[in-house]
């Protein structure tokens, strides 16, 4: 401990830039991490999970030999949306298709007569961006072909979401 001589003093210029890579490796981690905590933020703020989504459907009932059209809503969560949308698009699928099946979907909910005609439009957009919202998917193909396809990072979230859980079957 003290002093050294002149001549036996160490050069500490390569341990002070390891220090300064240090920390600037470090204010870059604390951006991320904020950037991280913002967007989970905005996340949580996004309805999902049990939230309930109105769709808007049409559908026919014969009135007096006629058929006339008639507008109501239905309701399903984001997880129900997302248990039925799922398993369709852990490989790309055509977004006319999941239009179709969904709407498909809806009508079994209700008696055998009942003449699904469509559901509105702009509900079927707003499921398809909270979806992207939700980074549960991304959007592949052309314009007049476009494709949903689950991203990466939410695969086995929605595998998850949808796979059946094990059952206790323990008597009391």
Do not use: C
């Not at 007569?113 to 919202?133: P, W, Y």
């Amino acid at each position: 401990m003290g002093w050294v001589r002149g001549n036996q003093a160490t050069d500490n210029t390569e341990l002070l830039k390891q220090l300064n890579d240090l920390r600037q490796e470090n204010d870059e981690l604390e951006k991320q991490v904020k950037k991280l905590e913002t967007s989970n933020r905005d996340m949580l703020e996004l309805a999902q999970g049990e939230d309930t989504f109105s769709i808007k459907i049409q559908h026919n009932v014969m009135e007096e030999w006629q058929k006339r059209k008639i507008k109501f809503e239905h309701y399903m969560s984001w997880n129900e949306i997302l248990r039925f949308v799922a398993p369709k698009i852990l490989n790309p699928y055509p977004e006319r298709m999941i239009y179709i099946d969904l709407m498909n979907h809806i009508a079994s909910k209700f008696p055998e007569d009942f003449d699904l005609v469509s559901i509105d439009l702009m509900d079927f957009e707003r499921i398809k961006i909270q979806m992207l919202a939700l980074e549960y998917m991304r959007i592949t193909g052309d314009p007049m072909d476009i494709e949903w396809e689950v991203l990466p990072d939410a695969r086995k979230k929605l595998v998850l979401l949808v796979a059946s859980k094990k059952t206790d079957n323990t008597s009391s």
